[in-house]
């Protein structure tokens, strides 16, 4: 650096240092120290949270209607019905137009919609812990990389296809052979008759549970293996001194170690069961207005029902039936978000302090 | 090794185990290895079912000409260029904003906007994607008057997707060792210049990562395209909005025989499912060699 006299700049960008090299200048300068790529990265992060505000905005708004015309019976009623839609004046409510004889209520969506999924996590649950343990703790390496392989291929499956597998293999064979052969031999008592009676289609509640226990499967046994990997070696070597058996080691140490973080993937689970929306559509059975009175009888969940009269909903003039599908969809969102968040908060947990030893026991 | 352990037990040293124990432990282990059974033996059912329904009458026409009405003819070129398309659209929008967030939320926020806009991406995860389409249907299409497209479709398809590489971004960028940035700046190395040079390049095998699962998912993904895609029986234009798009999961969908009584629609939904099929087999043996070739370079 020479002790130059110092250069004089003219302002306004006259003179040997015009604006445009200024500004190429400040911009490099920009990008040497990382500033143009902080800003750029704050306007790119800050996007998700517009879309987030986006969406639900536009779901109130969109809800708003149907939420005056109905008030809160609207998650109690069972009814769903378009009305006349060819009526000459539209029936107004609470200031609001609605096709004359229309009537929609969320409560047979809500059940089957908790309903489907809570078959899904009775299946899916203890069979992805046990094959979790059964891969950390007794696979050899090689086999174990083979079954997270199709762990990753089911995780990644799209549920279209599960969906058709579903309809065309699954649907049949639980209306053919298991349904009938469960309705025959079940007791005849009280709890117990949700699973006798008409074996229906195929199409209904247990092959909607099924084809969600497939999806749900791979998201908890692939967090629940790599938890249990993590489950530290001493408490383990601990109690096998103790004169505890591996299976009790197990049960009793490793699996109460990493507890609270399969309660979180299990919930994580439940929250993608909740949301899906066009596999349980191909299998569900579409009934609407009504409860399944068994195991095998068709329903429809939230999702399903947003997808299947959607296209429909257009139809309706008065914007009615559009605005109860936003209401749906807000109660749904409401759930499924609850669910996530519940989620993360468990695992987190689970992954910043480790549990006492035997906390579960 | 059981007459060890008799010989051992009669001696007197080490007593022999319980047959109750012995029996729970065989128990135990029994019933994980069913449940690993009912895992692995419904996936590759399912594996194999898609493929049976497909290839004994697959016929190359599926790949190589357009569907002829709905479905009563011709294949699935159509489709798969559409589906294509939308994933190229789908990592452009998607990569640019995720990779901004997440480059953004691990090396320049600091103090309470973090957790907020964390909190964002986070919550849009969770948010199921029907709802999306739902939006993306009565505001892009209907209120907007764009009609169905690619803008649209690739509009929600990036919102769904956002969250999973933002999220693969922000990680793999947290867990690139700090001795790296000291290094740069020891060596008089600007922040701009270290972040570009150093720090991203050694976290792009997460990045890439992340976006295979957005492709999975922009692949996979069905119910929101409905709504946004809309449906053609031609091959996609480039544009934006007013020119309905096929995509494979459309065709899976509405061929099924739960929706389409033709039997060569229903032969086009099988063909589809095998194609999604082998789309997912192929992105996940790429992720899988990508976290090798990493792994080696990491060691």
């Known amino acids: 650096m020479t002790a130059s006299a110092p250069v004089v700049r003219p302002e306004g960008g006259a003179g040997q240092d015009p604006l445009p090299r200024r500004a190429v200048a400040a911009l490099r300068a920009g990008i040497r120290n990382g500033q143009a790529l902080r800003w750029t990265g704050a306007v790119g992060a800050v996007i998700p949270a517009l879309a987030l505000a986006f969406v639900l905005v536009v779901l109130v708004i969109k809800g708003w209607p149907a939420f005056r015309i109905d008030g809160w019976s609207f998650f109690s009623s069972k009814a769903w019905s378009q009305g006349n839609q060819y009526a000459l004046k539209p029936e107004i409510k609470n200031g609001y137009e609605l096709p004359p004889g229309a009537a929609y209520g969320a409560l047979p969506l809500i059940v089957g919609t908790l309903a489907t999924s809570l078959i899904a996590l009775i299946i899916a649950v203890p069979v992805s812990v046990g094959t979790a343990l059964a891969i950390v703790e007794r696979l050899p390496r090689r086999l174990a990389y083979a079954v997270g392989l199709f762990l990753e291929v089911l995780a990644g499956m799209p549920s279209v296809i599960i969906g058709l597998f579903g309809a065309v293999t699954l649907g049949p064979i639980v209306a053919h052979d298991i349904a009938p052969y469960v309705a025959r031999n079940v007791p005849d008592v009280p709890v117990l008759s949700y699973f006798a009676g008409k074996t229906g289609s195929g199409y209904g509640l247990l092959t909607s549970g099924l084809v969600l226990s497939l999806m749900v499967i791979p998201i908890i046994a692939a967090t629940t293996r790599d938890l249990v990997r993590q489950v530290p070696i001493l408490p383990r070597e601990g109690a096998l001194a103790l004169g505890m058996s591996d299976a009790q080691t197990a049960r009793r140490v490793t699996l109460p170690w990493v507890g609270a973080g399969i309660v979180g993937s299990v919930v994580l689970g439940l929250g993608r069961a909740l949301g899906e929306t066009i596999a349980v559509a191909m299998v569900c059975g579409a009934s609407f207005g009504s409860f399944p009175s068994n195991l095998y009888d068709t329903m429809i969940t939230a999702a399903a029902a947003i997808v299947l009269t959607l296209e429909a909903a257009l139809t309706d003039a008065t914007g009615y039936a559009l605005s109860v599908l936003a209401e749906i969809g807000l109660v749904l969102m409401v759930i499924t978000l609850l669910t996530n968040i519940g989620a993360r908060l468990l695992v987190r947990r689970v992954s910043s302090t480790a549990l006492p030893v035997g906390a579960g026991i | ?299």
């Not at chain 2, 294949?75 to 589906?83: E, K």
């Not at chain 2, 700046?185 to 792009?204: D, F, N, T």
């Not at chain 2, 990045?207 to 029986?233: H, R």
């Open chain 2, 1 to 299: 090794m059981a007459a060890h352990r008799q010989t051992a037990g009669s001696l007197g040293q080490i007593p022999s185990v319980p047959i109750r124990r012995r029996v729970g432990n065989a128990l135990f282990w029994g019933a994980c290895f069913l449940a690993l059974l009912l895992v692995v033996g419904p996936t590759l059912w399912l594996i194999i079912t898609t493929i049976g329904k497909a290839l004994p009458h697959f016929h190359w026409t599926a790949v190589s000409s357009d569907t002829v009405g709905a479905g009563t003819a011709g294949g699935l070129l159509n489709a798969i260029l559409g589906t294509l398309v939308l994933t190229v659209g789908v990592l452009i929008v998607s990569g640019t904003i995720s990779i901004l967030t997440g480059l953004y939320l691990s090396e320049f926020s600091r103090g309470r906007s973090r957790p907020l806009l964390r909190g964002a991406y986070e919550v849009l995860a969770g948010i199921p994607s029907i709802v999306l389409g739902y939006v993306g249907y009565v505001v892009l299409v209907v209120q907007f008057h764009w009609g169905y497209g690619l803008l649209p479709a690739v509009l929600v398809l990036s919102v769904i997707t956002i969250p999973y590489i933002a999220k693969a971004t922000e990680s793999s960028l947290a867990q690139v060792p700090s001795s790296y940035r000291e290094g740069a700046e020891a060596l008089g190395i600007s922040q701009g210049w270290a972040l570009r040079k150093i720090v991203i390049k050694s976290a792009i095998p997460g990045i890439i990562t992340g976006m295979l699962v957005a492709l999975a998912i922009a692949v996979g993904e069905t119910a929101p395209l409905l709504f946004t895609a809309g449906w053609s029986t031609t091959n996609p234009s480039f544009a934006l909005t007013h020119s309905p798009l096929g995509f494979l999961t459309y065709a899976v969908w509405e061929f099924s025989p739960s929706n389409s009584p033709i039997n060569s629609a229903n032969q086009l939904s099988y063909d589809a499912g095998l194609i999604l099929l082998v789309f997912v087999l192929l992105l996940i043996l790429i992720g899988r060699l990508i976290a090798a070739r990493s792994r080696r370079y990491a060691e």
